[in-house]
Nanobody, 125 residues
Framework: QVQLVESGGGLVHTGGSLRLSCAASGRTFERYTMGWFRQAPGKERELAAAVSASGETWYHRDFAKGRATISRDNAKDMVYLQMNSLKPEDTAVYYC??????????????????WGRGTQVTVSS
């Protein structure tokens, strides 16, 4: 069983930054692929960024060009998402998720067995 708890969401103005944190419980955290998903009202949940056990990263095209950085600290069982230059369209609930079956980056929400409750990110214009 893996428990995930997100923190760090909030209200920011356009152009601002936020750092989301996810605390994970699990004996073999370092083997998991970890993802940050987001879901805006009326839209499907989508992968924003992911990091594999080996440190390979993947970003949604909206987070390309350095606008976001996902990282993990295996010593602390933590995963982070640093988001910069935030836009109103980034407004969503952000969920931390764990894929314990794969050590490579996976994209589909169906691949992730464990989910946190989410943290709200609101970007005002």
């Amino acid at each position: 069983q893996v428990q995930l708890v997100e923190s760090g969401g909030g209200l920011v103005h356009t152009g601002g930054s936020l750092r989301l944190s996810c605390a994970a419980s699990g004996r073999t955290f370092e083997r998991y692929t970890m993802g940050w998903f987001r879901q805006a009202p009326g839209k499907e949940r989508e992968l924003a960024a992911a990091v594999s056990a080996s440190g390979e990263t993947w970003y949604h095209r909206d987070f390309a060009k350095g606008r976001a950085t996902i990282s993990r600290d295996n010593a602390k069982d933590m995963v982070y998402l640093q988001m910069n230059s935030l836009k109103p369209e980034d407004t969503a609930v952000y969920y931390c998720a764990a894929d314990t079956a794969e050590s490579i980056v996976t994209i589909s929400p169906r691949d992730y067995e464990y989910w946190g409750r989410g943290t709200q990110v609101t970007v005002s214009s």
